[in-house]
């Protein structure tokens, strides 16, 4: 029996670097206590991915990295550049695009409010409206699910929004249960759930050689 081969499609901007050019690629994927991020190295002959260039990859550049075998190629992480570095050797030159997903919009805002009798979700979705500005919604379906949790007086001066929505989540119950679980998914909608509501057709019992969490 034949496995294909590895894949992926990168997007950074306006370019779309061939497979050839992706020399190691890692996207790291976050849930709650952190965001996702990749770390992409790319050959760089005659500078062509660096700024001034004639494919320039730039600071501040959305984009998506798709990762599969075959024509099995789903979407991983919708993603911004946040770093470029150049490296090279003797014969070869290089260029390392690190970044991160939408996520990171999460850390931008700081929020001065004050919530009064507001249930969890109620803050959650006005979090995603008006400081950060991620959709939640996927289908006409609402990503930010309902908690059972009212808040009578929450204030905030200056706070960031990452550490309301760990808050929410931390305190938040659903059913009894206490614990949500929110994360930036690959097409770049902000999903939060009851922890351990959802289930993954992949098992990967068995087929993990190395792990490390950090």
Partial sequence: MSVALPVAAIVFGSVTPPQDDVIDLRVHLGCTKEVSSFDCLLQNFNKKYSPGGTYPINVGDNGSISIGRGANCPLIITLRVEEIEPESTPLENYIRVRGR???????????TKTYENK??????????DYYVGLS??????????????????????????????????????KNGVIGF???????GKFEFFPRNSKTSPVS???????????
């Fill in 119 to 128: 249930k969890g979700e109620e803050i959650v979705k006005d979090l995603m």
């Fill in 101 to 111: 997903c939408w996520g990171e919009k999460l850390f931008r805002k700081v929020v």
């Fill in 181 to 187: 679980d929110f994360r930036v998914a690959p097409d």
């Fill in 204 to 214: 990967l019992s068995e087929l993990i050689e190395v792990s490390r969490y950090s």
């Fill in 136 to 173: 939640h919604v996927r289908n006409s379906i609402e990503l930010v699910e309902n908690t059972d949790t009212t808040y009578t007086l929450l204030e905030y001066e200056n706070s960031p929004v990452w550490d309301i929505l760990k808050y929410i989540a931390e305190s938040a119950d």
